[in-house]
Every structure is written in C-alpha cells, then in structure tokens.
C-alpha cells in the first residue's frame, strides 16, 4: 500500500501546490495560461520527441496495445453517446457528458503517473502510445460534440485540422520516425533536451493545479457523476477486457490499464465551449475526475501490485 502513495501522492501533492500558488495569489490567473501553452505546445512535444526518439522502437511498440486502447476508447464512446441519446438529451449536454465520458487527460496525469510507476521504460512506451491514442482521442471528441447537433460535415475538417496541427502529435511522430531508423543523437542535443524535458511533468502537474477550481462545479453533478463513473471505472474496465482478449500482459498491460484512467481532460471543457456544448457540465465533469482520480489510480496500482506488475 505505501509503495502505491509512494506514486500516486506526489503526483497530486504537485496538483495541489499548483492550486495553492494561484489561491495564495503569487502569480496571476495568465501565468497559468502562459504556462500550459509552454507544457503543450513546447515542453511535452520536446520530452516526447526526445524519450521516443531515443528508445529502441522494435522493442517500445506494441500494436495490439494500441488497438486494443483505442477499441476501448471507441466503445466507451459508443455506449456514452447511446445513452445520451436513449435519455434524450439536449444536443450540447450530450456532447460534453459523451466527450467526458473517455477523453483522458493522458499528457498531463497519465505520463507523470507511469513516470513515477515505472520510471523511463514506462514513460518511452506510454509516450508511444499516446502518439497513437491522441488522434483517436480527437476524432471521437470531434464526432461527440457535432454529431448530436447533426454537423457531420464541420466535424470532418475539425478532425483533420486537430490532427494536422497538434504538436503533441507531430512531436509523437517525429520521434517515431527517428527511432524506426535509428538515427543518432548529438550529445549536444541529447544533453539540450534532456534539460528542456526535465521541466514538463512538474510544470504541466503545477498548470493542472493551477486551473483547478470549484467554481466550475456548476454543472448537473448527476450527469458529471455518471461520465466521472464511465471514464474513471467503466473505461479501465473496458481497457483490460480488450488487452487480456489480445494477449498483452506485463508493462505494457500495466501501460494501458493506467493511460485508460487518467481523468477527464482539461480540453474537454475548452472544446465545449467553443464548439456550443454545455460548457458547465464539461467543467464540472474535469473537475470530479480529476478530484477522485487520486482514489482511482490508488486502486489500480493496488490491483496491478496485487497480480505482480
């Protein structure tokens, strides 16, 4: 039990710190702006590139993991969205309980809680697989949130345009392809990166912190408590249904099982918001997940202690 604090403890200890810096006002709410743009759009794509970039591909990727996390996610998706419409709820509440319902905070939760379980060998493969998953992850958040007010056509270039311009993607990328051909890396560069990489985990936790707020439980908490349910119990189930179907045990079970509950995504409530889904409902629902991912994650890492991985 201790060894599993040991993990999950300091990764919300950091979210906490985040919070308490922005409520004792020693920075103002745009430093936390300021800061995830850096953790998105520089500092996760360089630990990214550079972790990715340096494994050994042959023996980091693993297809059926993907496949099988990406089913998951897929059907996850399906069942929110079908109960959304069984119940009859307006289009922008649909959108956001469905988009809530699978879409993970995998970058900014779910690497530092692999990090802190498996160390770099755990962190390289699950930064593979969220090359992987990020595009997947988009796609069915784009069809979440247009489907349900019948925009089937905007979805499509909204799909197109997040893969095309996501870094974390084209970071995930380049470092697949650097990998797969094996290409050297420069001391100077290799020592550059690995100074650069060092900052994401804690800053990205310390933006997490930062943009909490119990302001945004605003929304219907029943509905928020039901997409908290699916994405935090229901998808990690799910999750080990598919890989224990295809075979995967080990770290790379272990990888999935722990990508899979990561807590709603902060982005969620962004992307209801602009795209006309009940932007109080997805606040709310980020919120709850992130609060009981604490307890969630606590009881993973227990069960995969419990079976020796």
Do not use: H
């Amino acid at each position: 039990m201790w060894n599993v604090i040991e993990i999950v403890l300091p990764v919300f200890l950091i979210i906490g710190l985040g919070y308490s810096i922005r409520r004792a006002e020693l920075v103002d709410n745009n430093f936390f702006v300021q800061a995830n743009r850096l953790v998105f759009y520089i500092c996760l794509p360089l630990l990214l590139f550079y972790k990715i970039g340096t494994a050994d591909f042959s023996t980091s990727f693993n297809i059926r993991l993907v496949m099988a996390t990406s089913g998951a996610v897929g059907c996850c998706f399906l069942i929110a969205y079908l109960y959304g419409s069984w119940r009859r709820y307006p289009a922008p509440v649909q959108g956001a309980f469905c988009q809530g319902s699978f879409r993970g905070n995998l970058a900014y939760i779910g690497l530092p809680i692999v990090y802190n379980a498996y160390g770099d060998a755990g962190l390289t493969r699950a930064g593979i697989l969220l090359g992987f998953l990020v595009p997947v992850l988009n796609f069915f958040a784009i069809l979440a949130l247009t489907l349900p007010q019948q925009q089937q056509r905007t979805s499509y270039r909204e799909i197109a345009k997040q893969i095309i311009i996501n870094p974390l993607i084209l970071a995930s990328l380049a470092g697949i392809l650097w990998s797969f051909f094996q290409l050297p890396m420069p001391t100077i560069l290799d020592r550059s990166l690995n100074i650069a990489s060092a900052m994401t985990l804690p800053l990205a936790l310390l933006s997490i912190g930062g943009s909490f707020s119990l302001a945004k439980l605003r929304g219907d908490i029943c509905k928020a408590a039901l997409a908290t349910a699916i994405k935090l119990i229901l998808l990690p189930m799910v999750t080990t249904s598919f890989m224990l179907l295809a075979g995967i045990s080990g770290l790379d079970f272990a990888i999935g099982l722990l990508m899979a509950g990561a807590p709603t995504a902060v982005a969620t409530y962004i992307m209801a918001c602009q795209m006309e889904a009940d932007g109080e409902l997805a606040g709310t629902i980020v919120v709850m997940a992130t609060a009981l991912s604490a307890v969630s994650y606590t009881l993973l890492l227990l069960c995969l202690q419990g079976y020796g991985i």
